[in-house]
């Protein structure tokens, strides 16, 4: 844990806040935390700080705060994400918040299995809780949106054109003929398609709104691959 994410219930006054559950017991197994250790804490959606710890019992700790530090810059990108299976989500959720990305579109697509949006992973708990362990790896505090999105057509020729304004549009398709460009450092819709891209209708549809497709390669990667990778060199 590289930052103790804070909620307003864990404050007992001003400056001193009391850890139950999964985090106490983590700061205590895996970063062996004691008396007067001091802790990077932040408050979601709020500043971070610093954190004295003052006092550690068998079932909780207190610690005094002071947060007076902005959370990290916003990756400037929004992902259309066709919906993977769940457990390949839960690990995406989890590393593109690590990376920053702050609007999530979960789409469908034809080769999107209707069972997946039946995932109880899809439940708003569900997904903040991938969340907050992204924030917590990356010390941030700011919550991406998640949407949920399970019409496409409509989605990408009703919402989609409002979205994507001043913003370069990115397809990830491994039939494209053009690689995709690297280190763009700009406002970015980048969408991925599920295990075996988009079909060519949809590829289409995007374009039609603006969208340019790119390949990464000879080589064909998973989406969770994909994903991390092609983040990874929009913003080289």
């Not at 992902?79 to 299976?85: E, I, Q, V, Y």
């Not at 990376?99 to 069972?115: D, T």
């Not at 409002?162 to 280190?183: D, E, R, Y």
């Amino acid at each position: 844990m590289n930052l103790v994410l804070l909620e307003n219930k864990d404050f007992i006054d001003d400056v001193h806040i009391v850890l139950k559950g999964r985090r106490f017991k983590h700061l205590i197994s895996v970063n062996k935390v004691m008396k007067n250790h001091r802790l990077v804490c932040g408050l979601l959606n709020d500043k971070i700080g610093m954190g004295l710890i003052t006092k550690i019992s068998n079932d909780f700790l207190e610690m005094e705060i002071l947060l007076d530090n902005d959370p990290p810059k916003p990756l400037p990108l929004t992902l259309l994400l066709a919906l993977p299976r769940p457990k390949m989500l839960k690990r995406i959720i989890e590393n593109v918040t690590s990376l920053g990305v702050k609007k999530i579109y979960l789409i469908n697509s034809w080769r999107v299995e209707k069972s997946f949006w039946q995932s109880p992973l899809l439940k708003e708990d569900q997904l903040r809780k991938y969340m907050i362990l992204g924030l917590e790896q990356s010390r941030d505090t700011v919550l991406p949106e998640i949407y949920q999105k399970r019409f496409f057509t409509r989605f990408v020729n009703e919402e989609l054109p409002g979205i994507i304004k001043n913003s370069l549009c990115v397809t990830a398709h491994p039939k494209a003929l053009k690689i995709c460009p690297s280190g763009v450092n700009k406002e970015i819709i980048l969408a991925i398609g599920p295990e075996g891209g988009f079909i060519d209708i949809e590829v289409e549809t995007l374009e039609k709104q603006g969208f340019f497709s790119y390949h990464i390669g000879q080589r064909i990667l998973k989406v969770e691959t994909a994903v991390t990778y092609l983040i990874s060199r929009l913003y080289s």
